[in-house]
């Protein structure tokens, strides 16, 4: 899996879309005649990732929001897997 | 998209598949479409879709499939895929490409189209020349071409059959020169058209398994820039596909006149009236309506499947494949080979391995291919 640096700018992959689902009261991911139904954390690291906000601003933005810290090997690691499944691109 | 187990009260419909039409301007020997669409009634008005639509997404549908017949024969699609976009579903239009021009395919993309995949058919009835013809190579081309150019991912859907999977690398070739990024390699499923012509489609073991080598050559050559799957017929399998997740677990399709099914093919399975959405709604006829409860849950399972403890795995198998081969569609899908009836697909795979060693001159009874047009329409013909 790649290394993330936190300087870059992930944004939901092209194809991909991402949505709140009142029906199933969760986020999914949607893409060609699939769907990924996200737990909370991986949706609240992925409605953060609007191509402009850096992993680092992304994590600092999830710490401040939940009250908790040093959760930066989680998201490079959440954003690794997500890139690797073209859910997510990174600009620089 | 997984499916609830047992008797509880499903999930939604995630996956909504409106079959607008079943115009098509090709005649595809293995449509899954009913071989008598002539009669079916007249098509759903562009405001009876768009009911169907939002009663489905309320439902918290999500996943919207835009098919025929040739969806696109439809005049009101854009209108169409504009309010599907508008309520949230993920858009997909699937489609021979015929009739897809560029104005029409802008037109989409501004009503919000996420997805298109390009069905490569037979459009002559010259299947061997098939692969040869430059009619079909030159449309599907230029199609491919304006997907590329709208920034759509280029996808394909290959339907494979006794004669054409030995042109399999032909096939994967042309993909590439198209430049497509997935292509499916979908063998013939025998329903519909496809069924009445199962002994002229049915490839040998060897067929398939040159295919297969040929295949994973490829897919070694090309590496990630054009993923290819491979859909292995079932017929060759010891073990059934998990149809549709179980019958009315998550998808819910529309045919023409308004008539909801739990699978495409449903409409000939016996014994059950299926809702229409001209006087029911979606809401009713997914939770509420008998023939969407019939196949639900294990009550209706007879042996094997009943005591078998792979039955929440494959939930049986596919229950038109049970009624099209046995007579009864809550038998066992006889392509497991615990099913007492297994016989009937090996013999008919065994019939496919006879008809392609027999030797040319010898005389060999061959049905005819029936193609799907309305000359052969059983519901229009004389």
């Known amino acids: 899996m790649a290394i993330i640096h936190t300087t870059v700018r992930p944004v939901i992959g092209g194809g991909f879309r991402l949505q709140w689902e009142p029906a199933q009261e969760a986020h999914v991911l949607l893409y060609p005649e699939g769907m990924v139904k996200l737990n909370q954390s991986a949706a609240a690291i992925l409605t953060r990732c609007d191509g402009l906000r850096t992993v680092a601003d992304i994590v600092t933005d999830l710490e401040r929001t939940y009250a908790i810290t040093g959760l930066t090997s989680d998201v490079c690691s959440f954003i690794a897997m997500a890139v690797e499944r073209t859910w997510l691109e990174l600009r620089p | ?382």
Request: hydrophobic letters at 35%; a neutral charge.
């Open chain 2, 1 to 382: 998209m997984s499916a609830p187990q047992g008797r509880a009260r499903p999930g939604p419909p995630l996956w909504l598949l409106l079959e607008l039409t079943y115009r098509c301007p090709l005649h595809c020997v293995f449509c899954y479409n009913p071989t008598d669409f002539g009669a079916v009634g007249p098509e759903l008005e562009t405001r009876d879709w768009l009911r169907v639509l939002e009663e489905a997404r309320a439902l918290g549908a999500v996943q919207l499939g835009l098919s025929g017949g040739e969806p696109l024969v439809r005049e009101d699609l854009e209108t169409i895929v504009a309010a599907a976009h508008r309520l949230g579903f993920y858009t997909n239009l699937i489609t021979s490409g015929v009739g897809l021009t560029e104005p029409r395919l802008q037109g989409l993309r501004q009503a919000g189209l996420d997805h298109i995949q390009l069905s490569f058919q037979d459009s002559t009835r010259r299947m061997n020349d098939f692969l040869s013809s430059t009619r079909t190579f030159e449309l599907k081309s230029r199609v491919a071409e304006l997907i590329r150019k709208y920034r759509y991912p280029m996808v394909l859907n290959v339907v494979l059959h006794r004669l054409n999977i030995d042109h399999v690398e032909e096939i994967l070739g042309m993909a590439e020169r198209m430049g497509a990024e997935y292509v499916e390699l979908a063998n013939t499923q025998y329903y519909g058209w496809a069924w009445r012509n199962r002994e002229q489609l049915l490839p040998s073991r060897a067929q398939l398994q040159r295919a297969e080598e040929v295949t994973a050559r490829f897919r070694e050559r090309v590496g990630p820039r054009m993923r290819i799957f491979f859909v292995v017929p079932d017929y060759f399998e010891t073990r059934p596909k998990p149809c549709m997740s179980g019958l009315g677990q998550i998808f819910l399709g529309i045919a023409p006149d308004g008539m909801a099914l739990p699978c495409q093919a449903a409409r000939m399975l016996p014994g059950l009236t299926f809702p229409n959405v001209r006087t029911a709604s979606i809401g009713s006829i997914w939770y509420d309506s008998a023939a969407f409860n019939r196949y639900r849950g294990e009550d209706w399972m007879k042996e094997p499947c009943r005591s078998c403890p792979e039955r929440g795995r494959d939930f049986g198998g596919c229950r038109c494949q049970a009624y099209l081969l046995t007579g009864d569609a809550a038998n066992a899908d006889p392509v497991c080979d615990l099913s007492p009836h297994h016989h009937l697909v090996t013999e008919a795979v065994e019939r496919a391995e006879r008809r392609a060693t027999a030797p040319s001159r010898q005389p060999v009874t061959e049905r005819p291919l029936v193609f799907r047009d309305h000359r052969n329409d059983e519901g229009t013909r004389a």
